[in-house]
């Protein structure tokens, strides 16, 4: 406890993940987790309990193939642990036990949850475990109603429970290999009550809990919403009305072509809902074109809500940068968006945080061409998938070797605890000098 005690909130958050993907992968290899006559490696047990935690998705071997009931169910739970997170897990587990949160765990929940104070933390967790539960439960109920023809009652009962975690937590894990390998939910491409349940379960798992507190204290009150909220909510308008019409506009008469209308409608926001980030697939991804490709990329890269069971750089990010980028255009006197200035330090960050994982993004598609020669798309989809926690695949994660699933592996990790976060884990007892360096303009552009 003591060295709990030493450590930085981030830094904790970093061992917890990892400790928990290792525990992940020793459940996943015992003998009563892995069907009979089924040989899985440990590197893969270590892949998948690694894509489980990170809630990513992108899966070495089938689920539905490979794991007994057992299995599944482990990876269900390493899905539920990753999505909400393991702090909220044992904050949960000590609220129900009635112990007292402290000022040094309350703290962790603010890092868990990327919020600015840890003021009303523990009435936080409870929103979270009674909502999560609450949508998790609707949407399984949906589920249900469409997979009890084809399923029968337990089967139905049980894929939608798992699905609907699945998707909730942006995992991207489904069982649906049992009827075609690595099919995801294909059949399902023209069913709107599917796809829309499927979207609506990754929407508001992607918000962020600090979203939902606000939603959940001013209602429909848009005026009231704290700015965090504005942002996440327009960004996310934009982006899933947006990003539909161009998938639409992209793959109507390619891809799609042969869908019905219905089909190709569910079909494009499905496309231009699942990179952000669940990995779930109603269609092809391999066989999308190269600008169907590149906007799957974009739409992984940006992610979710800050705080949240998505990944990415995240909305928020994305939005400062291009307030601030507009602001630099017009002149403007600060950064400002409804009636409100964006701090400077803000501004730092989300500039530290894209090109972080950019730069993490470039390295990993750099390794995995020079080391299996893969396409150039089809590697940057993969990288962008696993560094952004999306599961997204245009076929290469069955191709890859011992060290560029290692590499996977490390992206995935970094994805799910903030590859910035994960980098000033190793300096946050750094003293810092308060003596600065003479200033010199260079020439930029």
């Not at 990892?18 to 020793?26: D, E, F, Q, R, T």
């Not at 949960?92 to 949160?101: C, F």
């Not at 993490?360 to 396409?375: E, K, M, N, V």
């Not at 995935?412 to 590859?419: A, K, N, P, Q, T």
Request: charged share 15%; with cysteine.
């Amino acid at each position: 406890m003591n060295f709990l005690k030493k450590q930085s909130p981030v830094r904790i958050i970093s061992l917890g993940f990892a400790l928990v993907i290792l525990i992940g992968s020793v459940l996943l290899s015992l003998p009563y987790s892995i069907r009979d006559g089924v040989t899985l490696r440990y590197i893969d047990a270590l892949y998948m309990s690694t894509s489980a935690v990170c809630v990513t998705g992108l899966l070495t071997v089938d689920a539905g193939d490979t794991f007994t009931p057992l299995g599944q169910f482990f990876l269900g739970m390493l899905i539920q642990v990753g999505g909400l997170g393991f702090i909220t897990v044992g904050t949960a587990v000590s609220i129900i036990l009635r112990r007292k949160i402290g000022l040094k765990q309350r703290g962790w929940i603010r890092e868990s949850f990327n919020v600015l104070d840890i003021g009303g933390a523990v009435r936080l967790i409870k929103r979270v475990i009674k909502g999560t539960l609450f949508i998790e439960g609707l949407g399984a109920l949906l589920l249900f109603t469409r997979f009890l023809p084809r399923m029968g009652v337990l089967q139905a009962f049980y894929y939608s429970i798992f699905h609907s975690i699945s998707a909730f937590c942006n995992a991207g894990f489904d069982l649906m290999g049992k009827y075609e390998a690595f099919s995801s939910f294909t059949a399902y491409c023209d069913d709107p009550v599917v796809t829309f349940t499927l979207i609506g379960l990754i929407l508001s798992g992607g918000l962020g809990f600090f979203c939902w507190s606000d939603i959940v204290d001013h209602k429909f009150h848009f005026r009231k919403y704290a700015l965090q909220t504005k942002m996440v909510l327009s960004a996310s308008v934009v982006l899933v009305f947006g990003g539909a019409l161009l998938f639409y506009l992209i793959e109507g008469n390619a891809l799609y072509a042969g869908m019905t209308l219905t089909g190709k409608i569910c079909s494009s926001f499905f496309s231009a809902v699942t990179p952000r980030t669940a990995g779930f697939n109603t269609t092809d991804i391999g066989g999308l074109s190269d600008a169907g490709k590149l906007l799957s990329i974009i739409l992984m890269f940006i992610g979710g809500g800050s705080g949240s069971t998505a990944g990415g750089v995240k909305v928020g990010t994305v939005f400062v940068l291009i307030l601030y980028l507009r602001s630099t255009l017009l002149r403007s006197p600060g950064t400002n968006i409804f009636g409100r200035r964006i701090e400077s330090d803000t501004i730092t960050k989300a500039s530290a945080v894209f090109c972080t994982n950019l730069f993490f993004s470039l390295i990993g598609t750099l390794l995995l061409c020079a080391t299996q020669h893969f396409d150039l798309a089809d590697a940057m989809l993969e990288v962008v998938s696993a560094i952004s926690t999306v599961g997204m695949t245009a076929g290469l994660t069955t191709k890859l070797n011992t060290l560029s699933k290692l590499v996977i592996i490390g992206l995935m990790y970094l994805g799910r605890v903030g590859s910035l976060s994960f980098a000033l884990s190793f300096t946050d007892h750094k003293k810092i000098a308060h003596v600065m360096q003479p200033v010199e303009p260079i020439n930029i552009g």
